[in-house]
């Protein structure tokens, strides 16, 4: 299986923050890779996927970038509602693998 | 708007099964592909198995092969998630979720399913 590792595990930040997480995979994924917005009690809900492309109705604050390994999601500038946790995941192959999260929180 | 609806928590003891339906009302399944898969409380997320509902072919992560089944039901657009044998750490959200296009993201979400396997 593909070892998907997120890093930070959690993060601080104030609203209006640019935020950056990232995400590595222990074998190349290609261009693949999606990240995932989940907040406490409920379904995650996909943000981008194949890297960089935003999923309808996703706010453009919202930024994927990276190819192989290596991958980044950028929030531009923070807002109240993206307090949460998030998780990369690639479907490159079988089994599809998630990151352990990387949870968001107020400064 | 188009959700996927899946059915109410259950308590289960170790040992039993337990069947999970998710229903997408005013949704055709008809060539699309569902997946299936958890999280143990305060965990990250685990992909079980997928179904592609063209034929109902399935494919099961190799750490719940034997132990569970993906089934659906196209007359009424009800996918279903049997797991067997049941044991403390299957306790867990599950979720189905639909593939995107042929990709294997998932775009749409049940709202998961509270399943405690207690004595």
């Known amino acids: 299986d593909i070892q998907m590792t997120q890093s930070p595990s959690s993060v601080s930040a104030s609203v209006g923050d640019r935020v950056t997480i990232t995400c590595r995979a222990s074998?190349?994924?290609?261009?693949?890779l999606a990240w995932y917005q989940q907040k406490p009690g409920k379904a995650p809900k996909l943000l981008i996927y194949a890297t960089s492309t935003l999923q309808s109705g996703v706010p453009s604050r919202f930024s994927g970038s990276g190819s192989g390994t290596d991958f980044t999601l950028t929030i531009s500038s923070l807002q109240p509602e993206d307090f949460a946790t998030y998780y990369c995941q690639q479907p490159n192959s079988f089994p599809p693998t998630f990151g352990q999260g990387t949870r968001l929180e107020i400064k | 708007q188009v959700q996927l609806v899946q059915s109410g928590a259950e308590v289960k003891k170790p040992g039993a099964s337990v069947k999970v339906s998710c229903k997408a009302p005013g949704y055709s399944f008809t060539g699309t592909y569902m997946h299936w898969l958890r999280q143990a409380p305060g965990q990250g997320l685990e992909w079980m198995g997928i179904?592609?509902?063209?034929?109902?072919?399935?494919t099961y992560g190799q750490k719940f092969q034997g132990r569970v089944t993906v089934t659906s039901d196209t007359s009424t657009s009800t996918v279903y998630m049997e797991l067997n044998s049941l044991r403390s750490d299957d306790t867990a959200v599950y979720y189905c979720?639909?593939?995107?296009?042929?990709?294997?993201?998932?775009?749409?979400w049940g709202q998961g399913t509270l399943v405690t396997v207690s004595s």
């Open positions: 179904i592609d509902l063209r034929g109902g072919r399935t």
């Open positions: 979720a639909r593939g995107l296009g042929g990709l294997h993201y998932f775009d749409l």
């Open positions: 074998q190349g994924v290609s261009s693949l």
